[in-house]
């Protein structure tokens, strides 16, 4: 069972570029925004979509691969897991973010 706790997979296209920072140890991050879109119909019956966007973050190798071959407009898969972290604003106000941290990309189709 706790192969499935904390466990999130989206495929999704990218919002934007991916924006890739190296650390002083050297080792990379990459943070891109992906668009899922969740399709329904409302209570009369009318086809609705509705497109949500998740926060990814991806280190190391995997942000290595992303920054090779990943650029908006392109679909993919991601494997990962929730994270939670806060910080305090300048004026002292306690701000929650929470994102996905993703260990494995699959890249997909084209851009759309």
């Keep these: 069972m706790s192969t499935i706790k904390n466990r999130v997979q989206l495929i999704g296209n990218v919002g934007q570029d991916p ?3 190296v650390l002083e140890s050297g080792k990379k991050v990459a943070k ?3 668009a899922t879109n969740e399709n329904y119909k409302n209570s009369k019956g ?3 979509s509705q497109t949500h966007w998740h926060t990814i973050i991806a280190w190391g190798k ?3 691969i ?3 071959f990943v650029d908006k ?3 993919i898969g991601i494997l990962g897991k929730l994270k939670t972290r806060s910080y305090t604003t300048e ?4 701000r929650y973010v929470t994102e996905v941290e993703t260990k494995e990309v699959l890249l997909m189709g084209g851009k759309s």
Aim: glycine share 10%.
């Design 66 to 68: 992303i920054e090779k």
């Design 91 to 94: 004026d002292g106000q306690q």
């Design 46 to 48: 009318e086809k609705q």
């Design 19 to 21: 924006v890739i920072t």
């Design 73 to 75: 407009g392109k679909e």
């Design 32 to 34: 891109l925004f992906l």
């Design 62 to 64: 995997t942000a290595e």
